[in-house]
């Protein structure tokens, strides 16, 4: 499936991100703050690999965001501006990859409007990935209609860019069955398969823990090593981070097992094999948790260190990011535009 | 309030129908087939008088009209063309009044999407007009999502227009209230008075009963007289219309009460005073239903006559149609979308 079959829009492109040919991938962040480690390690570098491969749309998700955080769109509005960085920062080039503002598609809301007219209210509810997030965030009754409504704007993200591909964690892969069934019936409706069915591309490592070892890395958990961490600021959260409790002395045997300092040797260290021996070693006695702390350590201040400089030095011009996106927001619009335009055309509306 | 305090767009139109310090007025017609005599009565003659005052838009509703009807798209598109038809055949000038196709305004879906933040899913389900609906409609649990949540994009279709007098029934009123309290969540959030609230104009009349006297007149329920009817067919609709089963000779006295002919009366008959006096003598007897049922077709023959005429005439070119909604709809896109952006920017989301 490519975005263009179709199209005539895509003439306008003038860089390789909507070549013809490629697999489309969809993927993106909600925007309530800024990227950190796990993000990283959950899906940030495989973007770089992707971009090499596919036709990548990254979606600075504003709108979603305002799901569950209508009362403070300050911090969503600011974090589109610090998510952009992370992106950049790391190495998304905007030349192979499409960096675009939700808010600023219309196509999305108005395939995310028709969306809800094919799915039922107690689907919706029915949804796991839903039911979870309704429960961790409290809502209880007064959940905001957008929020259980979601799943219907996110067939919209994914079926507007005629994404094949979303990565997502494990526990999202009901949202992208959500978004097939949709898609299901809304070729059944227009007679045609006006719309691609979407694959859940889940990485095989799980998400990386917070330093506290409780959970998976959040901010709001406040266990989190953000992308633009100082050394100061690394250098503490490693010293902080969780090992094994029982394991006193160096000399002690201790645990891999729910240990976060091997978890990010797992992610973040290119030699497998030395941490394969590192883990054998510790598990059997004699080594300490401080010359493993001090081996993350360097890691991540070696990692970190270059998107801390390119991201200082990419906020020190807002106003090139601010174009950046505006020339995603461009080509993003032509593309959904052109799926919103063929979709209701499929469907029968009247087109004055 | 008017449609064009801070709009830089609204120098486009170049007729009346954006014309400065006219109060804005927001109506329309759900697409789901041609308008009938109750139609005429309940709203469209309403509608030739606001034009003359106030900016008037006529939303042709095929979107909202989906929310129930997407199983029927055909029907729901057919019948945009049959309300246009109506409405230029009853005399709604596009030079005074904006006629304009929903699914055609993306600031309609961008606010729908934007306001489904500002509402809980309880508060929708508590919304009085949606708890009849549903029960209407016997839709159970499988109730569409976008039915549900029809009353936030209602709020966006009155918000987007800066409409400040919304013509509904009664039992819609509900729906105004819920549009005011999203308007007064963004207003708050805003922390300007970026939307107006609006107010319901509910016709002194209650509306047309159908010829069956049981139900409203209504397509569905197969009680109605069509706009387009032919001169035997309103004859026909008289002839079987409902008066009082008591009523069985013209000596015996009749009742007025749930009379069809006399409803009909009192809605379309000009001579107020010679109907009074026909209630009086029909409820004292002596006065046969033959002879009121042939004064009331005189009166539908003489009112259908010119609009079947125009609208025929009318139907033999389709384009012309058409290039009325295209107009309508180039004149909405930037009023709306102007609503849209200053939204947007006083909730203070990202503008790249």
Known sequence: MTTCATSTSCAAPTNSAASAGRPVVLT????????????????????????????????LADSQALTDNAGDIAKVRDAVMEIALDYLAVGVDPAKSTICLQSQLPALAELSMLYLNFVTVARLERNPTIKDEIRARGFGRDIPAGFL????????????????LVPVGADQAPLIEQSNEIVRRINATAGVPVLPEA?????????LPGIDGRNKMSKSSGNAIPLS??????????????????????????????????????AFDPDAAEVARLKEHYQRGGLGDALLKRRLDDLLQGLLAPIRARRAALARDPGHIRAVIRQGVQRARAITGQTRDEVFGALGLFQP
Chains 1, 2 share one sequence.
């Open 229 to 266: 961490a100082t050394p100061e600021q690394i250098a503490a959260a490693v010293r902080a981070m969780f090992t094994d409790p029982q394991h006193l002395r160096a000399a002690d045997p201790g645990r891999v097992e729910g240990n976060v300092v091997f978890a990010f040797l797992d």
């Open 28 to 59: 993106g962040d909600r925007a309530t703050g800024p990227l950190h480690l796990g993000h990283y390690a959950g899906s940030l570098r495989n973007r770089l690999a992707l971009q090499e491969t596919h036709d990548q749309y990254l979606l």
């Open 149 to 164: 409504c979601y799943p219907a704007a996110q067939a919209a993200d994914i079926t507007a860019f005629r994404a094949t």
């Open 199 to 207: 694959e859940a591309l889940i990485p095989a490592a799980g998400r």
